[in-house]
């Protein structure tokens, strides 16, 4: 498998990100390419889509937010996302952006095999 290119697109972090309309990536630009490369060498695949995660210590690491009114709870300011979703826009070349759950989930093969993995927290999921 010929290794991936990875691309970070701005939309989704200050100062080009817009609120009512993106995921924001929290994390920085090189934890975001490890997000990606970590789900790539996983083959967490599902079709020409990658998901991935970042835990430490049996917790899912918080790498983005959502802002989008509709999506955040009553009495917060945003939700804590911990799951990513990347997508080859261009032949072996990648981006990404954190998501929502209740918005984007990943396929039940990709939930099953997280729930299996050493570190990965289950109720979590």
């Not at 970070?8 to 972090?13: E, I």
């Not at 967490?44 to 049996?58: I, Q, R, Y």
């Not at 955040?72 to 070349?93: D, I, R």
């Amino acid at each position: 498998m010929q290794t991936p290119t990875y691309e970070n697109k701005s939309d989704h972090r200050l100062p080009e990100w817009k609120k009512d309309k993106k995921s924001k990536w929290i994390i920085s630009i090189d934890q975001e390419k490890d997000v990606f490369i970590s789900g790539y060498n996983a083959k967490w695949f599902e079709g020409k889509t990658v998901w991935s995660l970042k835990s430490a210590n049996n917790t899912l690491d918080i790498i983005g937010e959502d802002h989008r009114p509709r999506f955040v709870p009553k009495g917060k300011a945003y939700t804590e996302l911990v799951l990513a979703k990347f997508v080859e826009h261009s032949t072996n070349c990648w981006h990404g952006y954190p998501v929502n759950v209740l918005t984007d989930s990943p396929c039940s093969e990709i939930l099953k095999t997280w729930s299996q993995s050493p570190g990965i927290p289950k109720k979590q999921l």
